[in-house]
Nanobody, 115 residues
Framework: VQLVESGGGLVQPGGSLRLSCVAS????????MRWYRQAPGKERELVAF????????DYADSVKGRFTISRDNGKNTVYLQMKSLKPEDTAVYYC?????????WGQGTQVTVSS
């Protein structure tokens, strides 16, 4: 199983980024997926959720209206479109899959929002 994130970087406040997570080693289309983030000195927090078929999504209050999670099951990829970025969005962003008795994480991609 592999989850490989990409798309992070340095962006100014108010800017946008799109993160991608390419999954392999399992049947991507039958699993719900999540994006988490972890800022320095803080606990990892759930940012967004998407159901296996993409019809259901949910977001942390702190990102509602600014972030959009989506997926392309044909490409085994989940995305996180981030707009109106704020300095407090600075964190390492992780792709996540939960399964019975275990869970899988990507290596993370750094997002830094700074002028």
């Amino acid at each position: 199983v592999q989850l490989v994130e990409s798309g992070g970087g340095l962006v100014q406040p108010g800017g946008s980024l799109r993160l991608s997570c390419v999954a392999s080693g399992f049947i991507f289309s039958i699993y719900n997926m999540r994006w988490y983030r972890q800022a320095p000195g803080k606990e990892r927090e759930l940012v967004a959720f998407i159901s296996s078929d993409g019809t259901s999504t949910d977001y942390a209050d702190s990102v509602k209206g600014r972030f959009t999670i989506s997926r392309d099951n044909g490409k085994n990829t989940v995305y996180l479109q981030m707009k109106s970025l704020k300095p407090e969005d600075t964190a390492v962003y992780y792709c996540h899959r939960r399964r019975v008795g275990s869970e899988d994480w990507g290596q993370g991609t750094q997002v830094t929002v700074s002028s």
